[in-house]
């Protein structure tokens, strides 16, 4: 075989989500495209640990494909523990290459679970079929074709409760226009209404949310907490590797961040080996917040090291900076994790 005739060695997860960043930043390239690479690389088979490292190692780079695969691998384990004969599990291949986007909207059902806020979304029995009405608030992955997985309370009887997959496609499933976001446009993240939409019984994943939301929960906060080790981490090497003389006035404050991230990296690390339904909820729970705090920590040393360099709206570490202004907002979100850690102690 000739040199030409060579075939090109696969980039390694770094130099490969590395070099679309910017691009997918700028919603040029498409997380798509990324999930799709990490379902050659095997995130869909992957057990939690080895999910996690490959959640952390892609938020290092590209942050946006770190949370759509967050998510996408969420639906894909949603999918994955429902009954052998649901119609819901149809889509497992087509999620495994990323064909079908994985769309979790679970926030409201686990806001449910560990609050109990109203579920926005009902559903009524009609023969074999189930009927959906209401609203997922913020939802993403919303890039056809996708399949989204909600929960809903009976319209008669708020106690009965199911967990479905809704194909994207289904008549009465209205996705609004994707709203200009301040970091993470290409993830397809918008509001959904559902106006009667139809199911058979057989596409319900879980006929009940309690057991189910408790089930998922650990896995679902321990790979958020995965993208938020990777943004910090990163953020921490490159304020680290700044050498500017008048950054050692900082050098307590990032040498005492990076020992509480490498502390929560363990935690966390230990977690997942065994993560499941006995694991305790407020642990999790802090854990998650924790990691909140210490990415929004790490990503201000790097900007102020960066200094002007770093204020360039298309720098990395201005893309971080919007990027990690995320996550005090996402679902669980900070305000509701120090209320329910508050409520535990």
């Not at 989500?17 to 095997?42: K, N, P, Q, W, Y």
């Not at 599990?89 to 560990?114: I, M, Q, S």
């Not at 890039?143 to 994207?168: L, W």
Request: negative net charge; aromatic residues 4%; hydrophobic residues 45%.
């Amino acid at each position: 075989m000739s040199v030409l005739e060579a075939p090109v060695a696969p980039a390694s997860v770094d130099d490969y989500f590395e070099s679309r960043a910017a691009d997918v930043d700028a919603d040029i390239a498409t997380v798509r495209e990324g999930l799709a690479e990490l379902g050659r690389r095997g995130l869909p088979e992957a057990d939690l640990p080895a999910s996690i490292a490959m959640v952390a190692e892609v938020a290092r780079h590209d942050m946006a494909t770190a949370f759509s695969a967050w998510a996408h691998r969420m639906v894909i384990e949603y999918i994955s523990l429902s009954p052998s004969d649901s119609s819901a599990r149809a889509a497992l291949p087509a999620l495994g290459t990323a064909g079908t986007l994985g769309a979790t909207a679970l926030a409201a059902g686990t806001a449910h679970v560990l609050a109990g806020v109203e579920l926005p979304i009902t559903f009524r029995e009609d023969g074999d079929d189930i009927v959906l009405e209401g609203r997922i608030a913020w939802a993403s992955n919303l890039i056809a074709p996708f399949v989204v997985v909600a929960a809903a309370a009976h319209v008669d009887d708020p106690g009965r409760t199911v967990v479905v997959a809704i194909p994207g496609d289904s008549d009465g499933l209205w996705v609004a226009p994707r709203p200009k976001l301040l970091a993470l446009q290409a993830t397809g993240s918008s509001f959904v209404k559902i106006d009667r939409v139809r199911l058979p019984r057989s596409a319900a994943v879980s006929d009940d949310l309690t057991t189910f939301a408790r089930t998922v929960l650990p896995r679902f906060l321990l790979l958020q907490s995965a993208f938020c080790s990777g943004i910090a981490n990163r953020a921490l090497d490159e304020a680290s590797g700044n050498s500017q003389p008048m950054g050692e006035s900082i050098r307590p404050r990032l040498d005492d961040t990076r020992a509480a991230l490498d502390e929560a990296d363990a935690h966390m690390h230990r977690l997942a080996q065994d993560a499941g339904i006995d694991t305790p909820t407020a642990e999790v729970l802090g854990l998650r917040l924790r990691y909140s705090e210490l990415a929004t920590e790490a990503v201000h040393l790097e900007q102020c090291l960066a200094g002007g360099r770093g204020y360039l709206a298309d720098s990395p570490t201005a893309r971080r900076v919007r990027e990690v202004a995320f996550l005090p907002v996402q679902a669980p979100t900070e305000v509701l994790l120090r209320w329910l850690l508050q409520r535990s102690a």
